[in-house]
């Protein structure tokens, strides 16, 4: 295999850990998967779960399962003499300006989640989600179900778009306005 194509092995263990919550999603929380062409490629495709809720509930056990055995090797090297700032340094701790050592405690032992703003610099950015919306097949930013209105939080929709027009009425309806 060419070095300009080659994949870390990190990389192909990420590749793993998503086969396993397909997998997972498949034989556990029962969906099926099928396979959906690449658009722009004739060849590749793609796997798709039918029911995608299915895979949300399998990454879901598999990140509850993973916390826990990032609880439990963290105090095995606790155990082996590792210091908290080693641990942190590990995870790769936003800290805020907290010694790395006690961002790795509060999160790992506390539950206490850290920021993540990086050194007390904070971003302007909003967050957002991209998707293909499966109805007209374009790009949607999601900003989220934070607004009354419907183009508020997703844009990018085909003006003739059904399901973004079947939100856009129930909206209308629920709140009497127009459109």
Known sequence: MSEMFRVSESGQAAGRIRELVRRIAVE???????????????VFTDRKLDDPLAGVRAALLMRSVAEGQLYDYARSARAAGKSWDEI????????????VGEAAF???????VPDPEREGIRSFRTPSAFWR???????????????????????GHADSCARHRADLAAWAELTGWDE
């Open 133 to 155: 919306c499966s109805t007209c097949g374009e790009q949607v930013t999601d900003d989220g179900p934070f607004e009354s209105h419907p183009t508020d939080n997703e844009t």
């Open 28 to 42: 556990v929380f029962g969906t099926t998967e099928t396979e959906v062409p690449i658009p722009g490629f004739t």
């Open 106 to 112: 509060d999160w790992l032992v506390c539950g206490r």
């Open 88 to 99: 942190g340094a590990v995870l790769g701790l936003p800290t805020g300006g907290v010694p």
